[in-house]
């Protein structure tokens, strides 16, 4: 599915208008990530274990005195609703799809999992990846394509789950509080206000900083000791290659050691040749486990250079050439990469020749129904897109790659009512999709129902954080719906709802 409908520049102009006083929330979040250790993968702790290395540490404090469960999701979630608004996010079902399937496959094995995790993707081809408050993980695209094997970006993601599940930042605020005399407050209190006045809010976020920088810098490094030792095991346990993650850090190292300009990930993630080796020790203790490529790995990273990197023609070159000359890791991920290099330059022929062969060899393969589905809108060919759609929809209901793929084609084909059922069925257990949200809104502009068309763009701003302009667009659609009394029931709750959202969040 393109992700280009109108409401995504509505959601951009809206940011670029209200940024400055209110959402600009993600420099100071990272700033005060990196500052705490969440986001910073330096080495030992103390070289010092020697009587065994695979030992994991033992940092002591859990962080539960300091900030609980509830308010570390609740902090999370307005986090994860700025990164919405305010940087690109990958909103691509495909690939959203991949990369939770990936993360909860490391997460199910994981230890200490009090909450379900969300895994995204960052159009950036900086090469970083952070986990910060109730769950969350972000992913550069230029990670995911600069690594070599699934198992390599795996190996990352551990990492990162293992920062949450050992719960390192609220650690980290516990050991300032008890060292420095810091309250809870004095920290998060700079970032809430930030979410009203950005510069006063990073001022305050410096002052509550003024830490010992050596005690700062051995706490972190005891984060990411652990971090390090508990995603290899976690990496093996869930059947990826434990080497991978000693691989990966190596070519990394290897790569950048001479760099003027390391990539980001390096800055905030140091790799001395003291952590790769202790990396390839570890791994050490568990069964070599070589494994076949991944075909959806294969695909991720084709669908990303395809659709986010490159140019079109630069991009159909490219992949011609793997084709040409036998030089892929799988033959399948260069055909799909290349029909949708040709997909992108308006070639809907030669697109749809290409994903009309792969899908003989895999007719359910998400990736593929995906893309032949946009070619098929493209094409006027929407009777096919509805066959193949609504067989898949009895097989995977509420699956995002077909829901919404089949709503937007019969949108296109203005079977609203049916597009309309399918959205509320997948928004009842997803909450959180403003592709869904934007599609709906799309619908009701359509049918001139403006009522609706409002209170379901509130959502939209709802999910990037944005209160009051959710409480205008419920407050607009209120008088619209004066003949259906309880959807306008509805709409009051709806706004007292995030009245008390609000409220609760600056009370953190």
Request: without cysteine; proline residues 4%; charged residues 20%.
């Amino acid at each position: 599915m393109k992700f280009n409908l109108k409401s995504h520049v509505m959601i951009k102009s809206f940011y670029k208008i209200i940024s400055i006083k209110m959402f600009n929330i993600f420099p100071l979040m990272i700033s005060l990530l990196l500052t705490l250790g969440i986001a910073t993968i330096t080495s030992p702790l103390a070289y010092a274990i020697e009587n065994n290395k695979n030992k994991l540490p033992d940092i002591g404090i859990s962080g539960y005195s300091i900030l609980s469960i509830d308010k570390e999701l609740q902090i999370g979630q307005a986090m994860m609703r700025q990164l919405r608004g305010s940087q690109p996010l990958i909103n691509d079902p495909v690939l959203n799809e991949y990369i939770n399937h990936l993360g909860n496959s490391l997460v199910k094995n994981a230890q200490g999992v009090n909450y379900s995790f969300e895994f995204f993707l960052i159009n950036n081809k900086e090469l970083n990846a952070f986990a910060f408050f109730g769950g969350h993980v972000g992913i550069h695209s230029g990670l995911v394509t600069t690594a070599d094997t699934e198992s390599e970006l795996a190996a990352v993601i551990a990492h990162e789950i293992s920062h949450v599940t050992q719960r390192h930042l609220a650690r980290r605020l516990e050991s300032q509080s008890q060292s420095q005399g810091l309250t809870m407050a004095a920290v998060l209190s700079s970032v809430l206000i930030s979410l009203v006045n950005p510069t006063v809010g990073m001022a305050a976020l410096s002052a509550s900083m003024a830490l010992s920088q050596q005690a700062s810098i051995n706490y972190t490094r005891g984060n990411e000791k652990e971090a390090d030792n508990v995603g290899i095991s976690l990496l093996a346990n869930s059947g990826y290659d434990p080497q991978a993650a000693a691989s990966f850090f190596g070519k990394m190292s290897e790569k950048y050691r001479y760099a003027s300009k390391p990539p980001a990930m390096l800055l905030t993630h140091p790799l001395p040749d003291s952590r790769i080796t202790e990396a390839r020790q570890r791994a050490l203790n568990y069964p070599a486990r070589p494994l076949p490529p991944s075909l959806d790995f294969e695909l991720t990273k084709a669908r990303l250079q395809a659709r986010y990197e490159g140019d079109k023609q630069s991009n159909i070159n490219y992949f011609k050439g793997l084709l040409a000359k036998k030089r892929y890791t799988s033959k399948e991920a260069a055909m799909y990469g290349l029909a949708l290099s040709y997909f992108e330059n308006k070639q809907h022929v030669e697109a749809l020749e290409l994903l009309e062969t792969l899908l003989k060899k895999d007719k359910n393969n998400l990736f593929y129904v995906d893309a032949i589905t946009d070619v098929y809108i493209a094409n006027k060919q929407i009777p096919d897109a509805l066959a193949m759609l609504k067989q898949l929809n009895m097989f995977m209901p509420n699956n995002q790659v077909v829901s919404l793929n089949y709503a937007n084609a019969l949108l296109s084909a203005k079977e609203y009512d049916q597009a309309i059922q399918i959205l509320k069925d997948y928004i009842s257990i997803n909450q959180d999709n403003y592709i869904a949200y934007d599609i709906l809104t799309t619908i009701y502009r359509e049918k001139k129902e403006l009522g609706l068309m409002h209170m379901y763009k509130a959502e939209i701003y709802a999910l990037l954080g944005g209160y009051s302009k959710a409480v205008e667009e419920l407050q607009t659609s209120y008088p619209l719906l004066d003949t259906r009394p309880l959807m306008q029931k509805r709409i009051k709750a709806r706004i007292l709802q995030l009245q008390e959202d609000e409220k609760r969040l600056q009370r953190l």
